[in-house]
Nanobody
Framework: QMQLVESGGGLVQTGGSLRVSCVAS????????MGWFRQSPGKEREFVAA???????YYADSVKGRFTISRDDAKNTVYLQMKNLKPEDTAVYYC???????????????????WGQGTQVTVSS
């Protein structure tokens, strides 16, 4: 079993920055595909970013160039650094993990077995 706990969400103005963290326990993040997803009211959960076992990194087009995913193996933690935030980035951000994935599966929430409880990010205009 793997437990994931997100933190670092909050309220920020348009153009501001925020870093959310995902601390894992029970398993090591370096052995898993770690993903970030987000969900806003009335919308489906959407892919934001992922980092694979080998360090491959993937982003949704909507956040490319503004968000950075990273992993600290010593702390067993995955981060999502968000810059130049926009009101449309407002959502609950979830951390997810899975060990057994085919290439490209990391874009799909249904492929992840483990989820955190989420952290709210609100961007005011």
């Amino acid at each position: 079993q793997m437990q994931l706990v997100e933190s670092g969400g909050g309220l920020v103005q348009t153009g501001g920055s925020l870093r959310v963290s995902c601390v894992a326990s029970g398993r090591t993040v370096s052995s898993y595909v770690m993903g970030w997803f987000r969900q806003s009211p009335g919308k489906e959960r959407e892919f934001v970013a992922a980092i694979t076992w080998s360090g491959g990194i993937y982003y949704a087009d909507s956040v490319k160039g503004r968000f950075t995913i990273s992993r600290d193996d010593a702390k067993n933690t995955v981060y999502l650094q968000m810059k130049n935030l926009k009101p449309e980035d407002t959502a609950v951000y979830y951390c997810a993990a899975d060990r057994d994935m085919y290439t490209g599966s990391w874009y799909y929430s249904a492929k992840y077995d483990y989820w955190g409880q989420g952290t709210q990010v609100t961007v005011s205009s």
